[in-house]
């Protein structure tokens, strides 16, 4: 059998009231793209294609997991292939503005002194599509990862205690300092196998099915294969896999995929991979000239409330498998432990608009949905491969990576 390295080639490349329009359904939508956010955020991915199958000594999943966390890799550089389908509708340029949004980034409309290279709103990219990412480490004080994309590029570096965003397209600079030159620079989404599955493993308990399922070959080198599933039903995770490199325990490829079969949701994977270090002057750089510099302080003093909502949502999805029964913060609370856990929060009343109501919007976000109805009285589905929400009419809204059913069982079951 072949090995499981993935083509490491990159290709290249109305009016007021629709723009109005699209801003008045951007917060109708929110759970759209929340449903992304959270599906990267939450890092679960299933099992690994056939590849080759290496002679390994045996090891139980219990060591292998072992295996992972004693892994001490800090140099390193390679290129990583990274693809995301949740099977998220048509919205016209409505799901990419609104990620923008979310992070506060360009395009935002809410933020005039946001930057094209700002990172926070840069690797939300990552949500949808395939990307090629080019990484390189050396230890805990040098980062760069570099985001190829048709004829440009976007590169983020961390050196000592200065992080850079530099976006080709734009000649844009980000600039910020980190407190302490050990300290690395928050990372707004996974981007590696190793990101994914340090997400995938918090999940890792009573109600969950871990096994070594054979080896493996990524990016030409030898690895065993670790599967993740839930024991319960109704979620919509079919399994997570992990390539694990035998030699150095570092995860090399990630792959997801729902349990209503299919392509992956999530697959990233090393296609090329050293473990030599990196030539320091890979970390090094020197604004263009010509470019456009902001400082990280700068866009600290705009409005960045979605930013910070897109944090606080992160950390709340983290800590969705470690939740026993219901616990609240913020007015998001969490229903359910394991991995049928449910986030819920209400908004304070305000639902979808109805068609007679809403008009053409009404129709619109409706189109996208299922109307359901239950003890709770009614509202609307919005489903992705993965992580699925209710609104329901009177503005509560339920997510989480579980199916329509166990949303509408835990609606009715909060009333």
Do not use: C
Request: charge should be negative; charged fraction near 25%.
């Amino acid at each position: 059998m072949a090995p499981i390295d993935s083509d490491d080639n990159t290709t290249a490349g109305e009016g007021e009231d629709l723009r109005a329009g699209r801003r008045r359904a951007a917060r109708y939508v929110v759970p759209v793209a929340v449903m992304g956010v959270a599906a990267v955020t939450i890092g679960l991915v299933p099992a690994l294609a056939d590849s080759g199958d290496p002679d390994l000594p045996k090891v139980t999943a219990e060591q292998l997991i072992e295996k992972i966390a004693k892994s001490d890799v800090e140099q390193l550089s390679g290129t990583v292939k990274i693809s995301t389908d949740l099977g998220l509708p048509d919205l016209g340029g409505l799901e990419s503005g609104l990620m923008s949004g979310m992070s506060g980034g360009p395009g935002s409309g809410g933020d005039e002194d946001g930057s094209a290279a700002d990172p926070s709103a840069k690797l939300t990219e990552l949500v949808s599509g395939t990307h090629t990412l080019r990484v390189a480490a050396d230890g805990p004080d040098r980062q760069k990862l570099s985001l190829l994309e048709n004829a440009a590029e976007y590169s983020l570096i961390h050196n000592g205690k200065d992080v850079w965003g530099y976006d080709s397209e734009s000649n844009e600079v980000y600039h910020s300092t980190t407190s302490g030159s050990a300290e690395q620079p928050e990372k707004e989404v996974p981007a590696t196998p190793k990101d994914f599955a340090d997400q995938a493993l918090k999940a890792v308990d009573g109600t969950t099915s871990v096994t070594v399922d054979g080896t493996a070959q990524v990016a030409g080198r030898d690895a065993y294969r670790l599967v993740i599933k839930p024991k319960q039903e109704g979620s919509t995770v079919g399994a997570v896999s992990v390539a694990v490199d035998a030699e150095t325990g570092m995860p090399l490829k990630f792959t997801l995929t729902p349990s209503s079969g299919g392509a992956a949701v999530v697959d990233a994977g090393f296609t090329k991979v050293s473990f030599a270090k990196p030539d320091a002057s890979t970390f090094d750089f020197t604004p263009p000239k010509g470019a456009k510099v902001t400082e990280g302080d700068e866009v600290a003093e705009a409005p960045a409330h979605g930013r910070e909502a897109e944090r606080d949502l992160a950390r709340e999805m983290d800590g969705l498998k470690e939740a026993d029964g219901l616990k609240g913060k913020d007015g998001l609370k969490v229903i359910g432990e394991g991995w049928n856990s449910i986030a819920t929060f209400d908004t304070g009343g305000q639902g979808l608009p109805t068609a007679s109501a809403g008009g053409d919007l009404g129709g619109f976000l409706g189109s996208f949905g299922d109307q359901v109805k239950g003890d709770f009285g009614s509202g609307t589905v919005f489903k992705t491969r993965l992580v699925n929400a209710l609104i329901t009419d009177d503005g509560k809204v339920y997510a989480g990576a579980v199916t329509k059913d166990a949303l509408v069982k835990a609606a009715d079951a909060a009333q």
